[in-house]
């Protein structure tokens, strides 16, 4: 069961930030309408908001760089809780920007996952 948890946060952060860094605007099928985002702070919901916040940010190109990704089955049947942190690189800073990331994924009855709850938030200092 661990090993199989650990493969499905693997599969999905590579397949997440994939879609970031490459086609956003494919991002909203990972989403459904009950879905959350907690963005630096801000709450939306649902795939439209969601989908609105993440192709309106300000930099159209951008490079995630995965340091560490934890992976837990939750009490829901089947979903899996996925916590990530690594850098940012935008184009044109030399700095990366740490990032902290946390996924709740719940099954779907055609066998894939769904985004249900997501966290973002940048490390300062």
Same mark, same amino acid.
């Not at 709740?104 to 249900?116: A, D, M, R």
């Given at each position: 069961m661990e090993e199989h948890v650990e493969m499905v946060g693997r599969a999905f952060v590579d397949h997440y930030y994939h879609l970031f860094d490459n086609d956003r605007a494919s991002l909203p099928s990972l989403y459904q309408p009950t879905s959350m985002l907690t963005f630096e702070g801000q709450k939306i919901v649902g795939v439209d908001d969601i989908s609105s916040k993440l192709n309106q940010l300000s930099f159209d190109q951008c490079r995630h760089v995965v340091s560490t990704i934890d992976s837990q089955p939750s009490s829901c049947? /089947?979903?899996v809780v996925v916590f990530v942190s690594g850098s940012l690189q935008l184009p044109g800073e030399e700095h990366h920007l740490r990032f902290s990331q946390m996924f709740?994924?719940?099954?779907?009855?055609? /066998?894939?996952?769904?985004?249900?709850n997501d966290i973002f938030r940048l490390n300062y200092g």
């Open positions: 049947t /089947g979903g709740h994924l719940i099954p779907t009855p055609q /066998g894939n996952f769904f985004v249900q």
